[in-house]
Each structure stands twice: as C-alpha cells, then as structure tokens.
C-alpha cells in the first residue's frame, strides 16, 4: 500500500498527554552512553544475549556504541530484533537482559542494556538512514499475515529479506499492535511504535487497515497466498459477570490505555478502581494517577505472591501512589447509570487452594470509574476446523510457529496466551525464516 504519509506523520500526541507522560528512563545522551558502555565487560559467553529472547548480540552492539560506531551497533540489534527500538524501551529487561547481566555477582549495577540499546537505534533513526538490510531477489511467492503486531511485522521483515512478498492485515487503522495501542506511553509512545515501523515499510511489507479477517476471507487468503501466517493476539478483555457491568464508567483497560495514548481521554474521575494485577493493570493504574485520580486502587483475588505482574512493576505503582486491596472480590457494581461504587467481598483460602468468599466481610467502596484487567479471550473461532487448538490458542511448533496445516504459520499472543512483545517477536523471527525454507522446498518440488 503507498501512503501520502508515513505512519508516524499520521498521528499527533496531545500535548497534555506527552507533558503528564514523560518518559520513565530519559535517554542517553552521547557522553553517557560511552560511559555507559564502557562498563560493560563484553563477556564471550554473555549471559544477557541468552536471556534475550531474540537473541540479540548484546557485547557487540554494546562494544560499537563504545566504538562510536553506531550505525554498526544498530544494524548489529536489528539482525536479531527488527524491533529493537520498541523493545529498548518495552521489554522487562529487569528480568531479562539486565537482570542476567555478571555486574550483579559483583554486587554492582547491572549495565543499562535497555537505554543503550535505545540510543544505538534512535541514532540510526536521527541520521536519517535507510534500513541497513534491503529485500533480496523477488522469488514470486506471496505470503498473507493476519495482523500488524509485533510477531507478524517481524515474520514479514524475514521474509522479506529472503525475496517473498508479503501483505499484512490489520483489523486496526493503524500497525504494530499493542506496541501502538497497549503499552503505557511513559514507556512506548505512540509516535515511536509507528516511527520503527516507518522504517520497516523500506523493506517492502504491504499493509491493508480495516481489514478484519473472517471464515471465508480466510479461505480466500488461503487459495490465493502460497502461505499464511496468523499474528492476531488476543481478543477482548475478559468481563466479571456481575450486576452493573452495563454501567457508564466501565471499561477495560486496553481501550483505555488506547484512549489517553490516541488523546481521546485526557483526565479521569476522582476516584477509580482497576479489577486485576497484571502488568496490563498497573499500566492502567499508573496512567489513572497521571490523568487526575486522587484515588486510585487495584484490586486482586489473591495476594501479591500470586500477582501476574512484575515485582519492579508493583513498586513502580506504589511509587506512583497506587493503592493495592488484595484478597478481595467485586460482586456488584453500583449505581444509577453512572458508576457510584463497587461491593466487594474478602476472600480466603481453603486447603484445597481455592478461594471462598468470607460472610459478613462484605463492603462497598465508592469509585467513579472501573477499569477491569482480568486476562483476554481468545481470537481463533475465526478459524473453524482449520487448524488444531489447545484451550483456544493456536498450537503450533516452538521451533518452526508451523501449525497442523502446513499452509499456516502462528505466533505471539494466539499461541502464547500473552507473553512479552520480545517473545512475540522472537516467535515471528522463527516463524518467517521457517517459513521462507519450507516455502523454498515446495517450490522445488512443484
């Protein structure tokens, strides 16, 4: 698809919403990211390039900035993540990279991998550079990738490299997913999600938005495409099934991070609560903070032990003054079409493990606003008899992302169940370089 306008050009952020959300690690300039990377030790077995899942060389890219080579250091992160802007700036890297990083044996720092990665790719960007890898040789085969997020834009850049065309499509108006849509803007900003992506269209990878793929548009791709690969993530948030859900003032929170990222939202009520603890939720939370709540809870089923979210996430959100009420359940939701309250019952535990609500403990806590995070349903009924499914998520080869039809390649969140967006990029990696050899191989047995 030729645009009059790149992705990034298509946007504006609201300039309320870039002065409340700045970002959470500044960037490096020049002299501290030589300093920076001068600590580094370029360790040969380098525990942080395992701890990635892409597998990026991390002493290499790291000894360039050092170098000041970063052109090279960029072109050296893009070879394994060809979203290693966002990743710079998304990934956990407290869990992995820096937090398998050798400086914590000797009780000191670990290196800022993540904002050293950041600076390489963000230089490559300033200069103005074309992509540093170009496709090769039109092979005359077509691949079709259901959705534009981080696994299928990273599938199709592998392919693209090895000479197939490929077209993505985007139920959305807008590519990369949750990276543009679900990522809390003080960590990714909508501009920078599009901008990597800008870069990645060099390549040759076609877009068509608006373009939700049903049952039979499915056979169609099928019939028409020499393969498909299926990146679609997740669905919608699951609900809590309760009295008052149908109120204003109900939502969820990837419709609104999407709202205040897109400017649609710029404030919020006094006081909100948000149902659930993963990373999602605190994202949530912590944006209901920026946006003007005075009061702002999470609440959670079990105790913080058992949160799906990050350890360093959490203190992030007390630091932000998030409140956390754990071991405690909504049963109803109050009101008179607008939200006033929600009832919520204490919970314990029986030996078993499972959870029963405690009589008598019932209470109400006033709230203008609930925002539930409790997990996604799957995306896949689109899919019928096509492919084989486990509990809903599509299953397909660690290795390879091959499904049980051959034609059909899967990865990211609809076969993970909602990993991080390196995972999903990883999985897209393995699946286009898989795909591109078996694509070869029919060719050459046709």
């Given amino acids: ?35 920076e990377a001068n600590r580094c030790l370029y360790c040969f077995d380098a525990p942080c390039t395992a701890a990635c899942p892409t597998h990026i060389d991390v002493p290499a890219f790291i000894k360039k900035i050092a170098s000041g080579n970063t052109t090279g250091s960029a072109k050296t992160i893009l070879e394994a993540n060809i979203l290693g802007a966002s990743c710079s700036r998304a990934c956990p890297v407290d869990v992995l990279c820096e937090g398998s990083c050798v400086m914590h044996r000797y009780n000191k ?114 019939r028409t495409h020499d393969a498909v690969f299926l990146g679609m993530g997740l669905g919608a948030i699951h609900k809590l099934g309760i009295t008052g859900e149908e109120l204003s003032g109900v939502t969820n929170a990837l419709d609104f991070i999407a709202g205040y990222k897109a400017g649609e939202i710029l404030s919020v009520p006094e006081r909100v609560v948000v149902v659930g603890a993963g990373n999602t939720a605190i994202d949530a939370a912590n944006a ?34 998030v409140q956390f009420l754990w071991h405690v359940q909504p049963t109803r939701i109050l009101g008179a079409g607008n939200v006033e309250g929600l009832e919520l019952v204490q919970l314990s535990a029986t030996d078993d493990g499972s959870l ?47 499904t049980s039809n051959p034609k059909f390649f899967a990865g990211g969140d609809c076969t993970n169940g909602g990993r991080e967006v390196v995972d999903a990029v990883a999985d897209g990696k393995r699946a286009g370089v898989a795909m591109a050899a078996w694509l070869e191989a029919q060719h050459a047995n046709a």
């Fill in 1 to 35: 698809m030729n645009q009059a306008k790149s992705f990034s050009q298509q946007i504006e952020t609201h300039p309320e919403i870039a002065a409340r959300f700045p970002d959470l690690h500044p960037p490096f300039d020049r002299q501290a990211a030589v300093t």
């Fill in 288 to 321: 209901a903070v920026r946006l003007g709540a005075k009061q702002v809870h999470m609440i959670y089923r079990r105790g913080p032990d058992k949160m799906s979210a990050f350890e360093f996430e959490y203190e992030h959100a007390r630091q932000e003054g």
């Fill in 109 to 222: 720092q670990p290196i800022e991998i993540g904002r050293l990665q950041r600076y390489a790719m963000e230089s490559l960007y300033d200069k103005g550079l074309p992509h540093p890898f170009t496709p090769a040789a039109d092979t005359g085969m077509k691949v079709a990738l259901i959705g534009a997020g981080p696994a299928s834009l990273a599938c199709a850049a592998e392919l693209r490299r090895r000479g197939v065309a490929t077209t993505i499509y985007e139920a959305s108006s807008l590519p990369g997913g949750l990276n543009t849509y679900g990522i809390a803007e003080y960590k990714l900003p909508l501009a920078e999600s599009l901008r990597e992506i800008d870069m990645l269209t060099q390549l040759g990878v076609d877009f068509l938005f608006n373009a939700r793929v049903n049952a039979g548009m499915l056979v169609e791709l099928e």
């Fill in 356 to 402: 029963i609500p405690q009589a008598g403990t019932e209470y109400s806590l006033p709230v203008e606003l609930v925002i539930l995070a409790i997990g996604q349903a799957t995306h896949t009924s689109f899919l019928g008899e096509t492919i084989k499914l486990e509990r809903g998520r599509i299953a397909a080869d660690h290795a390879t992302g091959q």
